[in-house]
């Protein structure tokens, strides 16, 4: 089965660091656009970026310039790079991933499980 699986999550002061991973995992004949979004407690989950199979980003407006999305195509991987962080980032961050499995009708959307970001004042 396909399947994203995140890690990277945890606590971190205002103004520190944090890398997020997400691979792709099972039977893939593709993967097209990935990225990233997140859910704070009582909000809508948002867009954080974007990036296609080609490496073109996009970012949203908050996330710009403190945040930094990549892949490895090799690995089946995107990365979240997020640096200066905020309180205001403390959410539920999401992987997601536009995928055509092997031997099977798609593309399809994937989500992974989620992990948390806790960013203390």
């Not at 691979?23 to 990036?51: C, H, P």
């Not at 995107?78 to 205001?88: E, G, H, I, R, S």
């Amino acid at each position: 089965q396909v399947q994203l699986v995140e890690s990277g999550g945890g606590l971190v002061q205002a103004g520190g660091s944090l890398r997020l991973s997400c691979v792709a995992t099972g039977s893939i004949f593709s993967i097209n656009d990935m990225g990233w979004y997140r859910q704070a407690l009582g909000k809508q989950r948002e867009l954080v970026a974007t990036i296609t199979a080609g490496a073109v980003t996009h970012y949203a407006d908050s996330m710009k310039g403190r945040f930094t999305i990549s892949r490895d195509n090799a690995k089946n991987t995107v990365y979240l790079q997020m640096n200066a962080l905020k309180p205001d980032d403390t959410a539920v961050y999401y992987c997601n991933a536009e995928i055509r499995p092997r031997l099977q009708w798609g593309p399809y959307n994937y989500w992974g499980q989620g992990t948390q970001v806790t960013v203390s004042s």
